[in-house]
């Protein structure tokens, strides 16, 4: 099972601004530069992501990955069903929720982020690739790309991409 953080930061790390911001990220566009996006959303088979990323995506979009089966990972009870049956929160952990994915039979997950709940997976092993958009951006604060826990890892770069506006698309696996 393959469990992918793929997520944007600016240079200095961070996936948002302190309050949540993301508008300095530059736009995926449906006809036009979508830095790799929808081959990308097209190759994962389920969708992970913490609460915040998920109240974030419900107050500007409507929901972007219907049909797709997606785990919300939250430990608030107010949360206890969803009305989309494609959508579940769970306040298990990341190794539990791995492994029912694997049950499942999924092959490939996104992980969306955020920032702490890629460190949960992190620390406990589970992200076995990374795909960062660098974006040529310093934002100074913010949420961090990965919440510092858990120990030192090597990593193997496996594909860049440069795109004309300055942002890098690094790829890389954990080193075996
Ligand atoms: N630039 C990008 O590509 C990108 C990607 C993703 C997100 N974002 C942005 O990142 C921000 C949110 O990131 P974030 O790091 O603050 O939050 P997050 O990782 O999205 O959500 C964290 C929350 O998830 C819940 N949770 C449940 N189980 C967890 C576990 N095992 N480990 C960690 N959290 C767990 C906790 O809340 P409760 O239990 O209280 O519900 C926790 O506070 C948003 O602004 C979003 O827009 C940016």
Same mark, same amino acid.
């Given at each position: 099972?393959?469990?992918?953080?793929?997520?944007?930061?600016?240079?200095?790390?961070?996936?948002?601004? /302190?309050? !949540?911001?993301?508008?300095?990220? /530059? /736009?995926?566009?449906?006809?036009?530069?979508?830095?790799?996006? =929808?081959?990308?959303?097209?190759?994962?088979?389920?969708?992970?992501?913490?609460?915040?990323?998920?109240?974030?995506?419900?107050? =500007?979009?409507?929901? %972007?990955?219907? !049909?797709? %089966? &997606?785990?919300?990972?939250?430990?608030?009870?107010?949360?206890?069903?969803?009305?989309?049956?494609?959508?579940?929160?769970?306040?298990?952990?990341?190794? =539990?929720?791995?492994?029912?994915?694997?049950?499942?039979? @999924?092959?490939?997950?996104?992980?969306?982020? !955020?920032?702490?709940?890629?460190?949960?997976?992190?620390?406990?092993? @589970?992200?076995?690739?990374?795909?960062?958009?660098?974006? %040529?951006?310093?934002?100074?604060?913010?949420? %961090?790309?990965?919440?510092?826990?858990?120990?030192?890892?090597?990593?193997?770069?496996?594909? &860049?991409?440069?795109? /004309?506006? !300055?942002?890098?698309? @690094?790829?890389?696996?954990?080193?075996?």
């Amino acid at each position: 099972m393959e469990i992918v953080y793929y997520a944007a930061a600016s240079l200095d790390s961070f996936i948002a601004t /302190p309050d !949540g911001g993301i508008d300095w990220l /530059p /736009p995926i566009e449906a006809d036009g530069e979508d830095y790799g996006y =929808h081959d990308f959303y097209a190759s994962v088979d389920a969708v992970l992501m913490g609460s915040a990323t998920y109240e974030k995506i419900l107050r =500007h979009a409507a929901w %972007p990955y219907a !049909g797709k %089966p &997606c785990w919300v990972f939250t430990r608030q009870r107010r949360y206890a069903k969803s009305n989309d049956a494609n959508i579940q929160f769970t306040a298990a952990s990341p190794d =539990h929720i791995a492994e029912e994915l694997e049950g499942q039979g @999924l092959k490939r997950a996104w992980l969306v982020g !955020g920032g702490k709940l890629a460190a949960s997976f992190r620390e406990r092993g @589970l992200i076995t690739t990374y795909g960062i958009g660098i974006v %040529p951006t310093i934002l100074g604060a913010g949420i %961090p790309l990965l919440d510092a826990r858990g120990l030192l890892e090597q990593l193997t770069l496996t594909g &860049c991409q440069t795109y /004309p506006d !300055g942002t890098v698309m @690094l790829w890389y696996r954990k080193a075996a």
